[in-house]
T-cell receptor, first 116, second 112 residues
Framework: DQQVKQNSPSLSVQEGRISILNCDYT??????FLWYKKYPAEGPTFLIS?????DKNEDGRFTVFLNKSAKHLSLHIVPSQPGDSAVYFC???????????????FGQGTTLQVKP | DGGITQSPKYLFRKEGQNVTLSCEQN?????MYWYRQDPGQGLRLIYY???????QKGDIAEGYSVSREKKESFPLTVTSAQKNPTAFYLC???????????FGPGTRLTVT
């Protein structure tokens, strides 16, 4: 039962254009969402996050949009740079009662290639 | 400088042997986690610990064991009972109330 899904295994864009990575989830209890970036043979690094009470969060070239009614979030990278080429994972977290369980549920990842 | 270290980077073992993966953090985080990544898949949670001397099973705990005797250390043992142990193992930590987890560089375990 995949609660967090990234249906596009790969995405290729031209340098300078917009990259849009998508993520869908099924559990309405998720209240916080994160995007991680991962290079081969390295650990993921945190990129940007969004609380379920918001619909948009922006940090430089990165913007995350959340559509709770559709249970969908997306990561926009503008403009895309060759150094952005990596695997991007979305992750979701759910509170149990009043405490954060600390558990993150990850999607399968999308490999982004930005061509010069 | 602060961070999470995992050692070794690459590990090779014969089938039937137990192996322990090291994870150390100096971020003063209370919570620590172990994930496994297989090709084409996301990260799957093996075990997590939110406080010293306490830990919980994640989604794929069978064939693994952990201990949390010190705040900064969370070793993972891959036992011979784990049917498909070859994978990339990632350790992470976070504050107890924080959502963001910080990852180590990972250990690639190959069992033949």
């Amino acid at each position: 039962d995949q609660q967090v899904k990234q249906n596009s295994p790969s995405l290729s864009v031209q340098e300078g254009r917009i990259s849009i990575l998508n993520c869908d989830y099924t559990n309405s209890m998720f209240d916080y969402f994160l995007w991680y970036k991962k290079y081969p043979a390295e650990g993921p690094t945190f990129l940007i996050s969004i609380s379920s009470i918001k619909d948009k969060n922006e940090d430089g070239r990165f913007t995350v949009f959340l559509n709770k009614s559709a249970k969908h979030l997306s990561l926009h990278i503008v403009p895309s740079q060759p150094g952005d080429s990596a695997v991007y994972f979305c992750a979701a977290s759910a509170r149990v009662g009043s405490s954060n369980t600390g558990k993150l549920i990850f999607g399968q990842g999308t490999t982004l290639q930005v061509k010069p | 400088d602060g961070g999470i270290t995992q050692s070794p980077k690459y590990l090779f073992r014969k089938e039937g042997q137990n192996v322990t993966l090291s994870c150390e953090q100096n971020l003063n985080h209370d919570a620590m986690y172990w994930y496994r990544q297989d090709p084409g898949q996301g990260l799957r949670l093996i075990y997590y610990s939110q406080i010293v001397n306490d830990f919980q099973k994640g989604d794929i705990a069978e064939g693994y064991s952990v201990s949390r005797e010190k705040k900064e250390s969370f070793p993972l043992t891959v036992t011979s009972a784990q049917k498909n142990p070859t994978a990339f193992y990632l350790c992470a930590s976070s504050t107890r109330q924080g959502y963001e987890q910080y990852f180590g560089p990972g250990t690639r375990l190959t069992v033949t």
